[in-house]
């Protein structure tokens, strides 16, 4: 019931590239998915996040795309940089009070020159 | 700004021995956490705190122990550490609604 699950677990995408990432969650309770970018050495960062009363959140070349019915979300980003290279975890919880997050398992992306 | 901090960044530790992971931060946010991440099995929650003098549980508390006397500060405690317990632990802060903003982790292993 608390489980996200992501996929894949590694990508590997040409700089200029679409990076597609997903994940599938299962308590429908939840209502704050947000993705965060970690570096090697790093703590998690938030990258962005999107609550189910919209199915699309855009900032700059990252998009998120949710879909509550299948409850599902990802993650796009577009014109990959080798500068995103990192690790991406998509979360879920709720918003309000203490954000106990429930992380997927992490993509390790590597956006080749 | 420092934000959050964690020290030690690496510690090496033999069965059964204990240590505390220090947390600190200076955004006067009032719910803390902590995480453990292993490889391929993303973060998972060991405890949270909504204000000094107030801790839960999260999903893996078993063989640690935290506490909250003020708001900068949220130790972790491992009594008797086992080998199980290595992993990379991270220590995270918020406001109600905001997001988690991240320590830069302490790596440990037990031998």
């Known amino acids: 019931q608390q489980q996200v699950k992501q996929s894949p677990q590694s990508l590997i995408v040409q700089k200029g590239g679409i990076s597609i990432i997903n994940c599938a969650y299962e308590n429908t309770a939840f209502d704050y998915f947000p993705w965060y970018q970690q570096f090697p050495g790093k703590g998690p960062a938030l990258l962005i996040a999107i609550r189910p009363d919209v199915s699309e959140k855009k900032e700059g070349r990252f998009t998120i795309s949710f879909n509550k019915s299948a409850k599902q979300f990802s993650l796009h980003i577009m014109d990959s940089q080798p500068g995103d290279s990192a690790t991406y975890f998509c979360a879920a919880s709720n918003i309000q009070g203490a954000q106990k997050l429930v992380f997927g398992q992490g993509t390790r992306l590597t956006i080749n020159p | 700004n420092a934000g959050v901090t964690q020290t030690p960044k690496f510690r090496i530790l033999k069965i059964g021995q204990s240590m505390t992971l220090q947390c600190t931060q200076d955004?006067?946010?009032?719910?803390m956490y902590w995480y453990r991440q292993d490889p391929g099995m993303g973060l998972k929650l060991i405890y949270y705190s909504v204000g000094a003098g107030i801790t839960d549980k999260g999903e893996v508390p078993n063989g640690y122990n935290v506490s909250r006397s003020t708001t900068e500060d949220f130790p972790l405690r491992l009594e008797l550490a086992a080998p199980s317990q290595t992993s990379v632990y991270f220590c995270?802060?918020?406001?109600?609604?905001?997001?988690?903003?991240f320590g830069n982790g302490t790596r440990l292993t037990v031998t």
């Open positions: 955004m006067n946010h009032n719910y």
């Open positions: 995270a802060s918020s406001t109600s609604s905001g997001p988690l903003h």
